[in-house]
């Protein structure tokens, strides 16, 4: 705005053909009464202001310099970030033809029964993190898992009402019919370190209404962990959230049925990827006392390493 102000107190008058020149008419852009004819008064009040301060037209020109180099490397910038994303979708690509070559071709007759239909005897819901893809971790193939990630691999209860993940729970199982639920949770998880980061002020993020959801593991972590560090009742509660994931399963009554009759197992899992191990456990419906004391027992314990 600075640079408009010599226009104000130029006492030089405008040239004649000033008007000739600026046709008058309205424009849009700067409001419906703006005329082209004040951009022309403008820039030629400016040009003879310049005659009189040589010292005002040099910071004009190295602002103008200033700006020019800015918008330089604006643009080299700019080529830089295009490049590099067309570098990431170039390795995507290679990556896609190798699938095809490779996986796709060679099994075509599998992939073409998939492309009818899927069966798979197991629904995965794993955290949403990079760095846990059970695909990758535990080598299910197109068609093996019916797959689920989100912020910390919660699953709400029942009770608390539509979301994404209780949807494909009740396709994965009422539709899809699959007949294990496998729950894993894994090291230094942002989610989990969310949860018991929490202070008692409201926080009307999504991620705290979103881990919440794990607030019982949160509170029987603080009580049987409370003498540990933060870290260690980070890692604690990581385990516990599963746990209690396994138990907001039961709250939904076809998934109840289905474990009762024995058509449907839970497990647990936990995936350290410091140290790459896993941990690996499954629901004793009958050996747990659910409906008095909510204690849960737990069978098939492994770890591999």
Not at 230 to 236: E, G, L, P, V, Y
């Amino acid at each position: 705005m600075a640079i408009l102000a010599p226009a104000s107190v130029s006492k030089d008058p405008l040239p004649s053909s000033s008007s000739a020149l600026t046709p008058l008419r309205s424009s849009t852009i700067f409001g419906p009464k703006f005329k082209f004819r004040q951009i022309g008064q403008t820039q030629l009040s400016l040009s003879t202001s310049f005659k009189k301060s040589s010292g005002f037209k040099l910071k004009g020109w190295r602002h103008s310099e200033g700006i020019t180099q800015e918008f330089q490397v604006d643009k080299l910038e700019t080529a830089a970030e295009v490049e590099n994303e067309c570098d990431f979708f170039d390795k995507m690509k290679h990556r896609f033809l190798s699938f095809k070559k490779q996986k796709f071709m060679e099994n075509l007759e599998h992939y073409q029964n998939l492309a009818d239909g899927q069966a798979p005897k197991f629904m995965v819901i794993a955290c949403a993190d990079s760095r846990v893809c059970p695909s990758n971790i535990l080598g299910f193939q197109p068609g093996e898992a019916f797959i689920v990630r989100n912020v910390a691999n919660m699953v709400p209860p029942c009770e608390s009402g539509p979301s994404e993940t209780n949807a494909a729970l009740e396709f994965a199982v009422n539709s899809v019919k699959v007949e294990n639920i496998l729950v894993i949770g894994h090291s230094r998880c942002g989610g989990i370190h969310a949860l018991m980061s929490m202070q008692d002020e409201e926080d009307p993020s999504f991620i705290r209404s979103w881990v919440l959801v794990g607030k019982n593991a949160r509170l029987n972590t603080k009580a049987a962990a409370s003498s540990l560090s933060f870290d260690h009742q980070c890692s604690h509660c990581e385990k516990e959230s599963v746990n209690c994931s396994l138990l907001n399963l039961l709250t939904y009554p076809w998934i109840e049925e289905k474990v009762r009759a024995g058509a449907l197992s839970l497990h647990g899992g936990y995936y350290n990827f410091v140290d790459c191990t896993f941990e690996k456990w499954t629901l004793d419906y009958d050996g747990s006392n659910l409906k008095e004391s909510k204690e849960v027992a737990f069978r098939n314990r492994s770890f591999w390493s």
